[in-house]
């Protein structure tokens, strides 16, 4: 059974870099072919994806938001990472990470961030 816990700062202020990240058990990040991904959910909106990382370590980020977003990974501690910088009161979200095998079968049980100075 693959297990997905997200981590990281609850409170992050205007303008600066959120950080947090996935620790996965049950599981390989680099079994083939499996993407991470990190997906977000506003208050009152619906799901927003962000970008993965792939087994390989390729990365691919939503248009959207590419231009702020970094996702890596440490294989030895079996993690991958979440930065999104220049965040704004608009992005506080519950955020999620996951896995993807042409569709999400598993999910973590997500985490609030919030944007406020």
């Known amino acids: 059974q693959v297990q997905l816990q997200e981590s990281g700062p609850g409170l992050v202020k205007p303008s600066q870099t959120l950080s947090l990240t996935c620790t996965v058990s049950g599981g390989s990040i680099t079994t083939n072919y499996y993407y991470w991904s990190w997906i977000r959910q506003p208050p009152g909106k619906g799901l927003e994806w962000i970008g993965y990382?792939?087994?390989?370590?390729?990365?691919y980020y939503s248009p959207s938001l590419k231009s702020r977003t970094s996702i890596s990974r440490d294989t030895s501690k079996n993690q991958f990472t979440l930065q999104l910088s220049s965040v704004t009161p608009e992005e506080t979200a519950v955020y999620y990470c996951a896995r993807e095998v042409g569709a999400i079968d598993y999910w973590g049980q997500g985490t609030q961030v919030t944007v406020s100075s």
């Open positions: 990382i792939a087994y390989s370590g390729s990365t």
